[in-house]
């Protein structure tokens, strides 16, 4: 028994001897250990430092001491200050499943990696992964991304190779030379295609300010096979997700995909302004088997750009068949000032310069459902269906449970899913070919456009409703003066009494929405992963008492001048709006207390919770000291506050002051 298990032992010994830790910086002269590791051009620049097999654990003795199969490589980040890299880092080797080659930062250190290549040379990148597989590329320290890479002439981070994780990087100011193939590219040809036992991860990226503000990110698939490929026509291939993006400029996106099996969850789109006003498209979508849901989209886009360009290609679609869809956008949430439209492009597919050559022929399997929009925009739903799609192509395609407020305000023409080909349309439950359900559309001033397509036919706002009739609430649409008010709080959550609260369909039994990690994988959920139950609300979150609105409104004290000195003041009372539920209460300042409702003890920090209307009072005694200012913070829900400031008077002075001699009391000199 003892000698098996010494043999357990050796054996248990030497698989984790097999993973090695190297250590790279900018020194030369060592040997890959803690205290003498190998110069980062040694490593990144040359063969000579990887391990001439891709197994694991790694032969002995050929790769002792040597990158190979399980090992981590760590980048000094310095103690004193960030350290800069300034030239690419190739990789040599691959990994293999379940032991992939890690490349990430000395946790040890207390500063990051800076790869900063001064745009030399033209098109290289940060880090070039090649077509190697398994590769872990991490910038996480504690939460933190600890990588930052910029100023490359192309791509911030490039690779082709299946079972590559990517994640907690900062990429900006990338793209000088190569333009148009985004800060973090992701280029699989038709041999490295992401599969599901080699899938790929981008996850907690920070990108933006691409130089020239070109596109951020850009996931390029070979064209599908002309013969169907089982292993191409599978959700959850790639996760992107817990991304950023920020700041891209027309005439590109923040993110272009021409990858089936991709999907994109959690993550947040935007452009500030200044200095970007404008994006083309946030996502431009080519293929089918795609998925996106519980991301944020904000920020302008150009007047014609869209938060998703859904532009299908027969080349792209499974087997080369001119059939779009396997799409599902979920649970999104936008909030744009200033965009075309939220989903646009549609089934006619990919325009190529006009006609009918890349038209598809139907649709299936598209699901456009419990998404907030909150936009000035032309249109919220701008899908064409080709002129040649059939309802024998066409089947599972839903528009339901959206929420769209402020859409289609103004005078241009706006299309609502137009209608072609020989499909039809119809409300839950109608066995229709595409279900239009349980969507509210509404303004809360002002009139919607005079011009709006709804399934091929053209109506006012005002009569648009009455067209809608399959169960009476598919469309919801209303004019300002018969307003449905979807009554959301400042976190687009439903208030209390909404009309979006149980008032959706229950989306929760199709494969599109649960197979390989879908967004009802483990129960459908919404937007902030509140259960939605048997019983859906309207909108992307779903109301409940846990994901009610406690933040409140802003509030401002009026101010005290001019008081006494060592007197007990008192404010005038503030109202607390803008919730639905109790929200904290702290005071904090030198004898600062404040009251709840004129009654009861006067508190200081630590305090019980207000609710919605409570009026809050304030009270302090003012400093013993003239013209000396006691101000008091009263905070509400952890980070709304107010300072109210109580200023002594002045001091009054002695005309027979030695400061004042010479001046008559009575004006002029003396």
């Not at 008192?570 to 404040?594: A, E, K, M, R, W």
Request: net charge negative; proline share 4%.
């Amino acid at each position: 028994m003892r000698k098996t298990i010494a043999v357990l032992m050796l054996l248990v010994s030497s698989v984790a001897s097999a993973r090695t830790t190297h250590y790279v910086d900018l020194a030369s002269g060592g040997d890959g250990s803690s205290g003498s590791p190998w110069t980062y051009t040694d490593v990144f620049g040359a063969t000579t430092k990887w391990c001439s097999t891709e197994s694991w654990p790694k032969p002995s003795p050929t790769c002792d001491n040597l990158i190979g199969a399980g090992d981590t490589v760590y980048l000094d980040g310095g103690t004193s200050d960030n350290v800069v890299y300034t030239s690419q880092m190739t990789i040599q080797k691959s990994g293999v499943s379940e032991h992939p080659i890690t490349i990430a930062v000395n946790p040890d250190r207390s500063y990051g990696v800076i790869v900063d290549a001064d745009y030399t040379p033209a098109s290289g990148n940060g880090f070039n992964l090649g077509t190697k597989k398994w590769i872990t590329l991490t910038g996480e320290v504690s939460g933190e991304r600890k990588i930052i890479i910029r100023h490359t002439g192309g791509p911030g981070v490039y690779f082709r190779g299946a079972g590559v994780t990517v994640k907690y990087l900062e990429i900006y100011g990338t793209e000088k030379d190569t333009k148009d193939s985004g800060q973090l590219f992701a280029d699989f040809p038709s041999t490295g295609w992401p599969t599901l036992a080699e899938p790929v991860d981008i996850s907690y990226n920070y990108v933006h300010d691409a130089y020239g503000y070109y596109k951020n990110f850009e996931i390029r698939g070979n064209n599908y096979s002309p013969t169907p490929d089982a292993n191409k026509q599978q959700w959850g291939l790639l996760k992107f997700h817990h991304n950023i993006s920020k700041n891209v400029e027309s005439p590109q996106d923040h993110i272009e995909n021409t990858l089936g099996g991709v999907d994109i969850y959690n993550n947040v789109f935007y452009n500030e302004s200044p200095p970007i006003t404008n994006t083309y498209d946030f996502l431009h979508q080519y293929v089918g088997y795609v998925r996106l849901w519980n991301n944020e989209f904000y920020g302008s886009t150009t007047a014609t750009g869209n938060i998703i360009y859904y532009q299908p290609h027969t080349n792209f679609m499974p087997g080369g068949t001119a059939t779009g869809g396997y799409f599902v956008f979920m649970n999104n949430l936008v909030h744009s000032p200033n965009i075309s439209t939220v989903i646009s492009g549609g089934f006619r597919g990919y325009d190529n310069g006009g006609g009918t050559a890349n038209d598809m022929l139907g649709m299936n399997h598209v699901f456009i459902i419990n998404n907030t929009i909150t936009s000035a925009s032309d249109s919220w739903m701008d899908m064409l269906p080709s002129t040649l799609s059939t309802s024998a192509n066409t089947d599972n395609v839903f528009v339901a449970n959206n929420i769209a407020t402020g859409i289609l305000v103004g005078g241009n023409p706006s299309q609502l899913f137009n209608a072609a080909g020989t499909l039809n349309y119809g409300g839950t439950g109608s066995g229709a070919d595409v279900i239009i359900d349980h969507n509210i559309g509404y303004a809360s001033s002002g009139s919607y456009g005079t011009s709006i397509s709804y399934l091929g036919t053209t109506y006012t706002w005002a009569n648009l409703k009455s067209a809608c009739t399959y169960d009476g609430t598919s469309c919801n649409a209303n004019d300002a003066g018969s307003p449905i008010d979807p009554d959301l709080n400042a976190s687009y959550i439903p208030n209390v009494g909404s009309p979006a609260i149980g008032a959706g369909v229950d989306m929760s039994g199709y494969d599109a929405l649960t197979v390989n990690g879908g967004p009802c994988a483990s129960g459908c959920t919404d937007k902030a992963g509140v259960a939605r139950g048997t019983t859906w609300d309207i909108g992307a979150f779903q109301y409940a008492a846990g994901a009610a609105d406690t933040v409140p409104n802003s509030f401002t004290f009026t101010d005290n001048s001019e008081v006494a000195r060592s007197t007990v003041i008192y404010s005038t009372s503030i109202q607390v709006t803008g919730i639905d539920d109790n929200t904290s209460i702290t005071s904090s300042g030198t004898n600062c207390f404040y009251q709840v409702n004129g009654a009861g003890d006067w508190l200081t920090t630590g305090g019980d919770n207000v609710s919605l209307n409570d009026n809050v009072a304030m009270k302090v005694t003012s400093s013993a000291n003239y013209a000396t200012d006691t101000p008091c913070i009263l905070t509400l829900n952890g980070n709304v506050s107010d300072t109210w400031h109580v200023t002594t008077l002045e001091a009054i002075v002695d005309p027979s002051s030695p400061r004042l001699r010479g001046i008559s009391t009575t004006g002029g000199w003396k």
